[in-house]
Protein backbone atom coordinates (compact mmCIF):
# COMPACT_ATOMS: atom_id res chain seq x y z
CA UNK A 1 0.00 0.00 0.00
CA UNK A 2 1.63 3.43 -0.85
CA UNK A 3 -0.70 7.11 -0.77
CA UNK A 4 0.40 10.05 0.09
CA UNK A 5 -2.46 12.73 1.45
CA UNK A 6 -2.61 16.13 3.33
CA UNK A 7 -1.85 16.36 7.12
CA UNK A 8 -4.60 18.44 8.14
CA UNK A 9 -7.01 15.83 6.47
CA UNK A 10 -5.71 13.28 7.92
CA UNK A 11 -4.96 14.34 11.22
CA UNK A 12 -9.14 15.56 11.29
CA UNK A 13 -9.91 11.99 10.70
CA UNK A 14 -7.89 10.46 13.14
CA UNK A 15 -8.99 12.48 15.62
CA UNK A 16 -12.96 11.65 14.45
CA UNK A 17 -12.49 8.08 14.13
CA UNK A 18 -10.03 7.31 17.56
CA UNK A 19 -13.17 8.43 19.62
CA UNK A 20 -14.47 4.64 18.83
CA UNK A 21 -11.08 3.16 19.77
CA UNK A 22 -11.19 0.91 22.29
CA UNK A 23 -9.40 2.07 25.71
CA UNK A 24 -9.49 -0.93 27.11
CA UNK A 25 -9.29 -3.49 24.24
CA UNK A 26 -9.90 -7.69 24.46
CA UNK A 27 -7.76 -7.67 21.51
CA UNK A 28 -4.90 -6.08 20.57
CA UNK A 29 -6.14 -4.98 16.78
CA UNK A 30 -9.22 -3.09 18.55
CA UNK A 31 -6.43 -0.76 19.66
CA UNK A 32 -5.74 -0.14 15.96
CA UNK A 33 -7.48 2.36 13.38
CA UNK A 34 -7.92 0.26 9.96
CA UNK A 35 -6.58 2.29 6.98
CA UNK A 36 -7.86 1.13 3.43
CA UNK A 37 -6.45 3.04 0.56
CA UNK A 38 -8.20 2.60 -2.64
CA UNK A 39 -6.59 3.89 -6.34
CA UNK A 40 -10.14 3.53 -8.14
CA UNK A 41 -11.91 5.75 -5.91
CA UNK A 42 -8.53 8.11 -4.89
CA UNK A 43 -10.05 7.40 -1.41
CA UNK A 44 -8.52 6.42 1.97
CA UNK A 45 -10.47 5.30 4.51
CA UNK A 46 -10.34 4.82 8.24
CA UNK A 47 -11.94 2.81 10.67
CA UNK A 48 -12.23 3.10 14.69
CA UNK A 49 -14.53 0.49 16.00
CA UNK A 50 -14.64 -0.71 19.90
CA UNK A 51 -17.10 -4.27 18.60
CA UNK A 52 -20.00 -1.40 20.22
CA UNK A 53 -19.65 1.54 18.82
CA UNK A 54 -18.00 2.30 15.25
CA UNK A 55 -17.17 5.41 13.22
CA UNK A 56 -15.82 5.63 9.68
CA UNK A 57 -14.43 8.46 7.55
CA UNK A 58 -12.79 8.91 4.54
CA UNK A 59 -10.82 11.50 2.66
CA UNK A 60 -9.01 12.38 -0.84
CA UNK A 61 -5.66 10.99 -1.10
CA UNK A 62 -3.33 10.32 -4.07
CA UNK A 63 -3.26 6.65 -4.22
CA UNK A 64 -0.39 4.73 -6.11
CA UNK A 65 -1.03 0.98 -4.83
CA UNK A 66 -4.35 0.02 -2.71
CA UNK A 67 -4.43 -1.77 0.36
CA UNK A 68 -5.28 -2.24 3.78
CA UNK A 69 -3.46 -2.03 7.13
CA UNK A 70 -3.79 -1.72 11.03
CA UNK A 71 -1.85 1.46 12.88
CA UNK A 72 -1.80 1.90 16.70
CA UNK A 73 -4.51 4.98 16.96
CA UNK A 74 -2.63 6.60 19.86
CA UNK A 75 0.97 6.67 18.77
CA UNK A 76 -0.39 7.09 15.13
CA UNK A 77 -2.04 9.84 15.82
CA UNK A 78 0.05 11.68 17.87
CA UNK A 79 2.68 11.28 15.29
CA UNK A 80 0.37 13.09 12.75
CA UNK A 81 -0.88 15.77 15.01
CA UNK A 82 2.61 17.02 15.31
CA UNK A 83 3.86 16.88 11.79
CA UNK A 84 3.92 20.28 9.60
CA UNK A 85 0.92 20.81 8.24
CA UNK A 86 1.70 22.64 5.39
CA UNK A 87 3.64 18.93 4.03
CA UNK A 88 1.43 15.77 2.81
CA UNK A 89 2.06 12.88 4.68
CA UNK A 90 3.45 9.44 2.54
CA UNK A 91 2.89 6.42 3.73
CA UNK A 92 4.19 3.22 2.67
CA UNK A 93 3.85 -0.38 4.08
CA UNK A 94 6.65 -2.97 3.46
CA UNK A 95 5.87 -6.45 2.21
CA UNK A 96 8.63 -8.01 4.53
CA UNK A 97 7.80 -6.60 7.32
CA UNK A 98 5.11 -5.31 9.76
CA UNK A 99 6.75 -1.81 9.77
CA UNK A 100 5.02 1.38 7.94
CA UNK A 101 7.22 3.85 6.71
CA UNK A 102 5.74 8.01 7.53
CA UNK A 103 7.08 10.51 5.84
CA UNK A 104 6.86 14.19 5.80
CA UNK A 105 8.92 17.02 4.65
CA UNK A 106 9.98 17.12 8.38
CA UNK A 107 11.61 13.22 8.89
CA UNK A 108 10.57 9.80 8.14
CA UNK A 109 9.12 7.47 11.04
CA UNK A 110 8.38 3.70 11.46
CA UNK A 111 5.72 2.35 12.89
CA UNK A 112 4.16 -1.41 13.48
CA UNK A 113 1.14 -2.66 12.06
CA UNK A 114 -1.24 -5.03 12.47
CA UNK A 115 -2.84 -6.91 9.54
CA UNK A 116 -6.26 -5.49 8.63
CA UNK A 117 -7.60 -9.23 8.36
CA UNK A 118 -7.69 -9.34 12.20
CA UNK A 119 -9.81 -5.84 12.20
CA UNK A 120 -13.56 -7.41 13.37
CA UNK A 121 -15.70 -6.12 10.15
CA UNK A 122 -17.98 -2.83 10.64
CA UNK A 123 -21.54 -3.85 11.02
CA UNK A 124 -23.51 -2.84 7.92
CA UNK A 125 -27.33 -3.33 7.17
CA UNK A 126 -28.29 -0.85 4.58
CA UNK A 127 -30.63 -3.75 3.08
CA UNK A 128 -32.30 -4.09 6.02
CA UNK A 129 -36.12 -3.13 5.82
CA UNK A 130 -36.08 -0.26 8.45
CA UNK A 131 -34.42 2.37 6.44
CA UNK A 132 -35.30 6.05 6.91
CA UNK A 133 -33.86 9.21 6.08
CA UNK A 134 -33.30 12.10 9.06
CA UNK A 135 -32.66 15.84 8.22
CA UNK A 136 -29.16 16.23 10.17
CA UNK A 137 -29.76 19.46 12.03
CA UNK A 138 -33.02 18.97 13.18
CA UNK A 139 -31.36 15.43 14.87
CA UNK A 140 -28.37 16.85 16.01
CA UNK A 141 -31.15 19.47 18.01
CA UNK A 142 -32.95 16.94 19.04
CA UNK A 143 -30.25 15.22 20.78
CA UNK A 144 -28.46 17.82 22.06
CA UNK A 145 -31.85 18.74 23.66
CA UNK A 146 -32.17 15.04 25.72
CA UNK A 147 -28.42 13.63 25.94
CA UNK A 148 -27.89 15.74 28.88
CA UNK A 149 -30.55 13.59 30.93
CA UNK A 150 -28.99 10.08 30.38
CA UNK A 151 -27.66 7.86 33.50
CA UNK A 152 -24.09 7.49 33.67
CA UNK A 153 -24.67 4.88 36.37
CA UNK A 154 -23.73 1.99 34.41
CA UNK A 155 -25.96 -0.96 36.81
CA UNK A 156 -29.01 0.93 34.87
CA UNK A 157 -27.61 0.29 31.59
CA UNK A 158 -31.17 1.02 29.63
CA UNK A 159 -30.98 4.98 31.31
CA UNK A 160 -27.43 5.49 30.11
CA UNK A 161 -28.75 6.04 26.38
CA UNK A 162 -31.83 7.93 24.88
CA UNK A 163 -34.74 6.25 23.77
CA UNK A 164 -35.70 7.19 19.83
CA UNK A 165 -39.57 6.38 18.50
CA UNK A 166 -40.13 6.89 15.10
CA UNK A 167 -43.64 7.59 14.50
CA UNK A 168 -43.84 7.79 10.24
CA UNK A 169 -42.44 11.39 9.32
CA UNK A 170 -41.62 12.27 13.48
CA UNK A 171 -39.15 11.52 15.89
CA UNK A 172 -39.52 11.24 19.84
CA UNK A 173 -36.78 11.21 21.75
CA UNK A 174 -36.59 10.93 25.93
CA UNK A 175 -33.93 10.35 28.54
CA UNK A 176 -33.91 10.06 32.18
CA UNK A 177 -31.27 9.06 35.08
CA UNK A 178 -34.07 8.55 37.55
CA UNK A 179 -33.72 12.29 38.94
CA UNK A 180 -35.37 13.93 35.71
CA UNK A 181 -36.26 13.56 32.28
CA UNK A 182 -35.89 15.35 29.27
CA UNK A 183 -38.68 14.53 26.29
CA UNK A 184 -38.11 16.41 22.50
CA UNK A 185 -41.15 15.20 19.93
CA UNK A 186 -40.26 16.92 16.11
CA UNK A 187 -42.41 16.62 13.61
CA UNK A 188 -41.41 15.96 9.89
CA UNK A 189 -37.89 15.44 9.93
CA UNK A 190 -38.48 11.36 8.66
CA UNK A 191 -38.20 10.14 5.46
CA UNK A 192 -39.80 6.44 5.33
CA UNK A 193 -38.35 4.43 2.32
CA UNK A 194 -40.37 1.80 3.40
CA UNK A 195 -43.81 1.40 4.19
CA UNK A 196 -43.23 -1.76 6.86
CA UNK A 197 -41.40 -0.77 9.66
CA UNK A 198 -41.42 -3.76 12.35
CA UNK A 199 -44.59 -4.55 11.59
CA UNK A 200 -45.81 -2.19 14.18
CA UNK A 201 -48.29 -0.17 12.75
CA UNK A 202 -45.01 1.65 11.53
CA UNK A 203 -43.42 2.81 14.52
CA UNK A 204 -39.88 1.73 15.79
CA UNK A 205 -38.30 2.17 19.05
CA UNK A 206 -34.72 1.49 19.93
CA UNK A 207 -32.41 2.92 22.95
CA UNK A 208 -28.89 3.68 22.13
CA UNK A 209 -26.13 4.24 24.01
CA UNK A 210 -25.68 7.82 25.20
CA UNK A 211 -21.97 7.95 24.16
CA UNK A 212 -22.83 6.53 20.73
CA UNK A 213 -24.83 9.28 20.38
CA UNK A 214 -22.16 11.95 21.71
CA UNK A 215 -20.33 11.23 18.63
CA UNK A 216 -23.32 11.32 16.70
CA UNK A 217 -24.28 14.35 17.28
CA UNK A 218 -20.37 15.85 16.71
CA UNK A 219 -21.17 14.18 13.19
CA UNK A 220 -24.51 15.70 12.53
CA UNK A 221 -23.16 18.81 13.73
CA UNK A 222 -20.99 19.09 11.18
CA UNK A 223 -23.31 18.32 8.24
CA UNK A 224 -25.69 20.53 6.80
CA UNK A 225 -29.06 21.58 8.37
CA UNK A 226 -30.73 19.83 5.73
CA UNK A 227 -28.55 17.01 4.92
CA UNK A 228 -30.20 13.79 4.62
CA UNK A 229 -29.03 11.36 7.04
CA UNK A 230 -29.36 7.47 6.17
CA UNK A 231 -30.74 5.58 9.42
CA UNK A 232 -30.85 1.28 9.10
CA UNK A 233 -31.55 -1.25 11.67
CA UNK A 234 -31.43 -4.34 12.14
CA UNK A 235 -31.35 -7.25 14.69
CA UNK A 236 -29.70 -4.91 17.68
CA UNK A 237 -27.23 -2.71 14.89
CA UNK A 238 -28.08 0.75 14.30
CA UNK A 239 -26.00 2.11 11.84
CA UNK A 240 -26.27 6.15 10.23
CA UNK A 241 -24.46 6.60 6.53
CA UNK A 242 -23.94 10.07 5.06
CA UNK A 243 -21.60 10.71 1.94
CA UNK A 244 -18.26 10.44 3.68
CA UNK A 245 -19.24 9.01 7.34
CA UNK A 246 -20.32 6.12 8.96
CA UNK A 247 -21.43 5.85 12.72
CA UNK A 248 -22.57 2.50 13.70
CA UNK A 249 -23.81 1.20 17.15
CA UNK A 250 -25.15 -1.44 18.99
CA UNK A 251 -28.65 -0.54 20.74
CA UNK A 252 -29.26 -1.32 24.44
CA UNK A 253 -31.08 -4.65 25.51
CA UNK A 254 -34.27 -4.37 27.91
CA UNK A 255 -37.60 -2.22 28.15
CA UNK A 256 -37.27 1.70 28.29
CA UNK A 257 -39.45 2.58 31.09
CA UNK A 258 -43.18 4.48 30.59
CA UNK A 259 -41.85 7.59 31.19
CA UNK A 260 -45.21 9.12 30.13
CA UNK A 261 -46.77 8.15 33.01
CA UNK A 262 -44.51 10.29 35.19
CA UNK A 263 -45.82 13.62 34.13
CA UNK A 264 -49.01 14.87 35.93
CA UNK A 265 -51.92 15.56 34.04
CA UNK A 266 -52.83 18.79 35.73
CA UNK A 267 -50.77 21.23 37.55
CA UNK A 268 -51.69 23.71 40.66
CA UNK A 269 -48.77 26.06 40.52
CA UNK A 270 -47.86 27.52 36.87
CA UNK A 271 -45.00 30.70 36.57
CA UNK A 272 -43.98 32.05 33.53
CA UNK A 273 -40.33 33.18 33.61
CA UNK A 274 -37.63 34.90 31.70
CA UNK A 275 -35.05 32.21 31.02
CA UNK A 276 -32.27 33.80 30.91
CA UNK A 277 -32.93 35.90 33.79
CA UNK A 278 -33.62 32.77 35.80
CA UNK A 279 -30.58 31.14 34.68
CA UNK A 280 -28.31 33.69 35.69
CA UNK A 281 -29.78 33.91 38.87
CA UNK A 282 -29.09 30.34 39.39
CA UNK A 283 -25.46 30.51 37.75
CA UNK A 284 -24.93 33.01 40.80
CA UNK A 285 -26.48 31.21 43.61
CA UNK A 286 -24.76 27.76 42.32
CA UNK A 287 -21.55 28.97 43.63
CA UNK A 288 -22.67 28.43 47.10
CA UNK A 289 -24.88 25.51 46.30
CA UNK A 290 -22.12 23.61 44.52
CA UNK A 291 -19.70 24.07 47.84
CA UNK A 292 -22.13 22.14 49.70
CA UNK A 293 -24.98 19.77 47.94
CA UNK A 294 -26.01 21.82 45.11
CA UNK A 295 -29.34 22.66 46.45
CA UNK A 296 -31.31 25.71 46.00
CA UNK A 297 -34.70 26.30 47.38
CA UNK A 298 -37.68 28.27 45.38
CA UNK A 299 -40.19 30.26 47.16
CA UNK A 300 -42.83 32.22 45.84
CA UNK A 301 -44.49 35.49 47.61
CA UNK A 302 -47.69 36.40 46.17
CA UNK A 303 -47.53 39.30 48.03
CA UNK A 304 -44.63 40.98 46.92
CA UNK A 305 -45.02 39.59 43.64
CA UNK A 306 -41.55 38.09 44.06
CA UNK A 307 -39.73 34.70 42.93
CA UNK A 308 -37.05 33.87 45.91
CA UNK A 309 -33.90 31.81 45.03
CA UNK A 310 -31.44 30.60 47.86
CA UNK A 311 -29.12 28.98 48.90
CA UNK A 312 -27.31 27.99 52.16
CA UNK A 313 -23.67 26.38 52.07
CA UNK A 314 -23.28 25.30 55.61
CA UNK A 315 -20.25 27.12 57.35
CA UNK A 316 -19.71 28.37 54.42
CA UNK A 317 -22.34 31.13 53.69
CA UNK A 318 -25.61 31.79 51.93
CA UNK A 319 -26.86 33.21 49.07
CA UNK A 320 -30.38 34.99 48.00
CA UNK A 321 -31.91 35.83 44.48
CA UNK A 322 -35.30 37.74 43.57
CA UNK A 323 -37.40 37.76 40.07
CA UNK A 324 -40.22 39.48 39.69
CA UNK A 325 -43.11 37.62 38.70
CA UNK A 326 -46.98 37.36 38.59
CA UNK A 327 -48.38 34.68 40.73
CA UNK A 328 -51.90 34.56 42.47
CA UNK A 329 -52.11 31.07 43.69
CA UNK A 330 -50.74 30.01 47.26
CA UNK A 331 -47.27 30.66 48.21
CA UNK A 332 -45.16 27.55 47.76
CA UNK A 333 -41.25 26.32 48.72
CA UNK A 334 -39.42 23.63 46.45
CA UNK A 335 -35.81 22.69 46.28
CA UNK A 336 -33.86 21.66 43.29
CA UNK A 337 -30.50 20.34 42.37
CA UNK A 338 -29.10 23.48 40.67
CA UNK A 339 -27.26 21.47 38.28
CA UNK A 340 -30.38 19.95 36.52
CA UNK A 341 -32.17 22.83 36.86
CA UNK A 342 -29.59 24.33 34.70
CA UNK A 343 -28.93 21.83 32.29
CA UNK A 344 -33.07 21.92 31.36
CA UNK A 345 -32.78 25.70 31.21
CA UNK A 346 -30.01 25.76 28.85
CA UNK A 347 -31.57 22.86 26.60
CA UNK A 348 -34.87 25.31 25.73
CA UNK A 349 -34.62 27.83 23.44
CA UNK A 350 -37.13 30.39 23.96
CA UNK A 351 -37.01 33.40 26.14
CA UNK A 352 -39.67 32.42 28.34
CA UNK A 353 -40.28 29.10 29.90
CA UNK A 354 -43.42 27.65 31.91
CA UNK A 355 -42.64 26.21 35.75
CA UNK A 356 -45.64 23.72 36.62
CA UNK A 357 -45.81 22.13 40.03
CA UNK A 358 -48.11 20.71 42.24
CA UNK A 359 -46.03 20.10 45.72
CA UNK A 360 -42.66 19.94 47.15
CA UNK A 361 -42.36 16.20 46.53
CA UNK A 362 -43.97 15.96 43.19
CA UNK A 363 -42.79 16.52 39.79
CA UNK A 364 -41.96 19.85 38.51
CA UNK A 365 -41.93 20.93 34.66
CA UNK A 366 -39.81 23.65 32.65
CA UNK A 367 -41.31 23.89 28.83
CA UNK A 368 -41.19 26.46 26.22
CA UNK A 369 -43.63 29.53 26.18
CA UNK A 370 -44.41 28.32 22.51
CA UNK A 371 -46.69 25.42 22.23
CA UNK A 372 -45.11 24.35 19.00
CA UNK A 373 -42.00 23.44 20.59
CA UNK A 374 -43.07 19.64 21.69
CA UNK A 375 -40.53 19.65 24.68
CA UNK A 376 -40.95 18.83 28.30
CA UNK A 377 -38.00 18.83 30.90
CA UNK A 378 -39.45 17.09 34.28
CA UNK A 379 -37.31 17.27 37.51
CA UNK A 380 -37.65 15.94 41.13
CA UNK A 381 -37.78 17.92 43.49
CA UNK A 382 -35.46 17.62 46.58
CA UNK A 383 -37.09 16.92 49.81
CA UNK A 384 -35.63 19.80 52.75
CA UNK A 385 -36.15 19.72 56.37
CA UNK A 386 -38.25 22.44 57.32
Not at 149 to 171: M, R
Given at each position: ?49 DLN ?303 KFN ?12 ATL ?13
Amino acid sequence: MKFACSQSDLNTALQLVSRAVATRPTHPVLANILLTADAGTGKLSLTGFDLNLGIQTSLNASIDNSGAITLPAKLFGEIISKLPNDSPISLITDESSDLVNLSSKSGTYQVRSMSADDFPELPLVENSSSSLQIKAGSFANLLKSTLFSSSSDESKQILTGVNLCFDKNSLKAAATDGHRLAILNLNNIVNIEHESIEDNNEILEVTLPARSLRELERFLSSCDFDTQINFFYDQGQVVFISSDQIVTTRTLDGNYPNYNQLIPETFSHQLNLDRKILIAALERISVLADQHNNIVKISTNKESQLLNISADAQDLGSGFESISIKYEDDDIQIAFNSKYLLDGLKAISTDRVFLKFNAPTTPAIFSPDDATLEFIYLVMPVQIRT
